[in-house]
């Protein structure tokens, strides 16, 4: 369905909205909406948000990712948020992060979204969203970016990159902001056996021949087991080997690290 036939609602549309989505959580108690911000992670920090803030872009121009790589301008196809939660394990709340965005994923574009280890949502072997977990005086910030709406991508990125619009999802970025909302809200109540267990059932990388990098260089092979918690057993020509997750990072494509928006210049 094109955009056309689905308009999508303007910025004042979105106080309103995005309040009564919060009014309903428990971990999620206010939300912060600019208008456009380089990046709500950064934002995030330099304004001393507290504990339960959702602070939420309408254009994200200069996004990142895990490890400094860019997320690029989405312009208003893309969503971008960073939810500041109380100071959790970085392991914890990456695995959280990963199902709640892939869980907001599903409500449009059904089964097709899972994870890639360790929280990137992949649909088709592309990437759809990107989660970034930092740490902040006594504070743990939670960036989510998702493509909504782009129909196509730069070519150096059209290889690796989808969008819930390319999923065939017609939807608002408003409605997958709501979903999210309630999705990490969602997460945060839940203990870490049912994430451990809801992640392992949205896994994409098991199965898979993957290069990693870590500590002592490059290291490639068949993923046989992921623990979001803790690594990666991985069959390498020589022998199993467990890669750990502090210190392990999957290889980017050849083609570049942006995985959003349509400005390849951002």
Not at 16 to 28: F, I, K, M, Q
Not at 29 to 45: F, G, I, K, N, P
Request: charged content about 25%.
């Amino acid at each position: 369905m094109s955009d056309r036939m689905h308009p999508q609602r303007p910025i004042e549309d979105w106080p309103d909205v995005l309040e009564a989505a919060a009014s309903a959580c428990r971990h999620v108690r206010r939300v912060q909406l600019l208008r456009e911000t380089a990046s709500t992670q950064d934002h995030a920090r330099a304004s001393g948000a507290s504990d339960g803030t959702a602070v939420i872009a309408f254009r994200q121009t200069a996004g990142r990712g895990r490890l400094g790589r860019a997320w690029a301008d989405t312009a208003h196809e893309g969503i971008a948020v960073t939810f500041v939660v109380g100071d959790r394990s970085p392991e914890s709340l990456a695995m959280r992060s990963a199902v709640a965005a892939a869980t907001a994923a599903r409500t449009f574009a059904g089964d097709a979204p899972g994870i890639k280890w360790p929280n990137d949502v992949v649909a088709g072997g592309r990437k759809l969203a990107g989660v970034l977990v930092e740490r902040s005086e006594g504070r743990a910030l939670v960036g989510i970016g998702v493509n909504v709406l782009q129909r196509s991508f730069p070519a150096e990125l059209a290889q690796h990159a989808t969008s819930l619009a390319l999923l065939g999802a017609a939807c608002d970025r408003l409605d997958v902001l709501t979903a999210l909302v309630a999705a990490h809200d969602a997460t945060l109540e839940a203990t870490d056996d049912d994430i451990y267990r809801t992640y392992r059932g949205l896994d994409r990388m098991c199965g898979n021949r993957v290069r990693f990098l870590t500590p002592d260089g490059a290291v490639e092979g068949t993923v046989r087991d992921v623990d979001p918690l803790h690594g990666l057993l991985v069959d390498t020509d020589a022998g199993p080997r467990f890669l750990p997750a502090a210190t392990t990072s999957v290889a980017p494509p050849a083609s570049g690290s942006r995985y959003g928006g349509s400005n390849a210049s951002s």
